[in-house]
C-alpha cells in the first residue's frame, strides 16, 4: 500500500501577519515541484488566513494544533472541531507533547479529542513520545504502548484512513538533539506493530529538531513517512528545501 510522504509545519504559537505572508510568496515559487504533502498548522486565530492563501496557491493543506473534545458549548477559549470542519480545515495535531505536558492534557482526555475530531471528518495527526527519562529507564516502548492504546481507543474501521501518527520524541523537540534514524526507524516500526488494521497504510511522521540537513537520513528509512515540523517550519526556504527532499522520495515508499 502506497503512503504519501508528508512534511507538516507545526507553527506553534508564532508568524505574524507580515511573516505569513513573506512566506508564501516565497512557497507560491515552488509550486510546480511539490511532489510530496504539504501541510501547516498555524495557531488556530490564522487558520483562516491561511485556508484563504492556500486556497489561492492550491498546493497547501491547512489544520489546527489542538481542538476540543466538545462540539460547542460553554469552554471558554477552546477550539471547536466542529468549527474547524465549518471552516474546511484538513487536519488537527492532537496530544502534542507540549499539550500533555504544559496543559496536563491525558490519554483518556486525548482520545475524546482524537474521537470528536473523526466524528466530523477532520485528518487526525495523533503524537505519541517519550521523555529523555523514559528512554533513559528502558520505557520508551511501554510509554508509546499505552499512548496509543489509550489515546486511540474506540476508532470505528471506517474512520482509520483519516488517522496519522506522528512520533515525537520529548527530548528532541526543539532541542537541536535528533533521534538518530535507527532510533525513529526503530520505534515508528514499533508503532506500526502496534496499530490494528490498516497499519500498512498508516502515515507515520517523525518530529524533533527535523532540519533540511537531516531529513534525508530520516525518509530513507522505510517506516518513515515524513516529519512532523517544529522551528524549521518557520522559514519558507527550509520548508521549501525539506518539501523538495520529500519530493524525491515520492515514489519510493509502498
Ligand atoms: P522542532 O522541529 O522545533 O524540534 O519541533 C518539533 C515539534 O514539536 C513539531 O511538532
Same mark, same amino acid.
Given at each position: 500500500m502506497k503512503r504519501d510522504i508528508h512534511i507538516v509545519g507545526n507553527w506553534k504559537m508564532n508568524q505574524t501577519l507580515q511573516a505569513i505572508s513573506d512566506f508564501f510568496v516565497e512557497m507560491s515559487k515552488m509550486k510546480m515541484e511539490l511532489k510530496c504533502q504539504a501541510w501547516i498548522a498555524p495557531q488556530a486565530l490564522h487558520i483562516p488566513i491561511l485556508k484563504e492563501i492556500a486556497f489561492t496557491t492550491g498546493a497547501i493543506a491547512i489544520g489546527a494544533q489542538n481542538c476540543s473534545e466538545?462540539? !460547542? @458549548? /460553554? +469552554?471558554?477559549g477552546e477550539i471547536s472541531p466542529l468549527a474547524l470542519a465549518d471552516l474546511g480545515v484538513e487536519f488537527v495535531i492532537i496530544g502534542h507533547s507540549e499539550r500533555r505536558t504544559i +496543559? &496536563? %492534557?491525558d490519554n483518556p482526555l486525548l482520545n475524546k479529542k482524537v474521537l470528536a475530531a473523526l466524528k466530523h471528518n477532520l485528518k487526525v495527526i495523533y503524537c505519541v513520545g517519550e521523555t529523555l527519562l523514559e528512554r533513559e529507564s528502558n520505557l520508551t516502548f511501554d510509554v508509546l504502548e499505552e499512548q496509543l492504546a489509550e489515546g486511540l481507543k474506540n476508532i470505528s474501521s471506517d474512520k482509520l484512513p483519516l488517522l496519522l501518527i506522528a512520533y515525537e520524541p520529548v527530548w528532541a523537540i526543539g532541542t537541536g538533539k535528533t533521534a538518530s534514524a535507527e532510533q525513529a526507524e526503530e520505534a515508528h516500526a514499533f508503532i506500526r506493530s502496534k496499530l490494528s488494521a490498516g497499519a500498512e497504510s498508516t502515515i507515520i511522521l517523525y518530529g524533533g529538531s527535523v532540519k533540511p540537513d537531516n531529513i534525508d537520513m530520516l525518509l530513507s &528509512? %522505510?517506516?518513515?513517512?515524513g516529519a512532523l515540523v517544529g @522551528? /524549521? !517550519?518557520?522559514k519558507a526556504a527550509d520548508f521549501r528545501a525539506l518539501c523538495s527532499s520529500a519530493s524525491a522520495y515520492e515514489t519510493r515508499k509502498g
Open positions: 466538545h462540539d !460547542s @458549548g /460553554a +469552554y471558554t +496543559y &496536563k %492534557e &528509512k %522505510e517506516n518513515i513517512d @522551528g /524549521a !517550519s518557520l
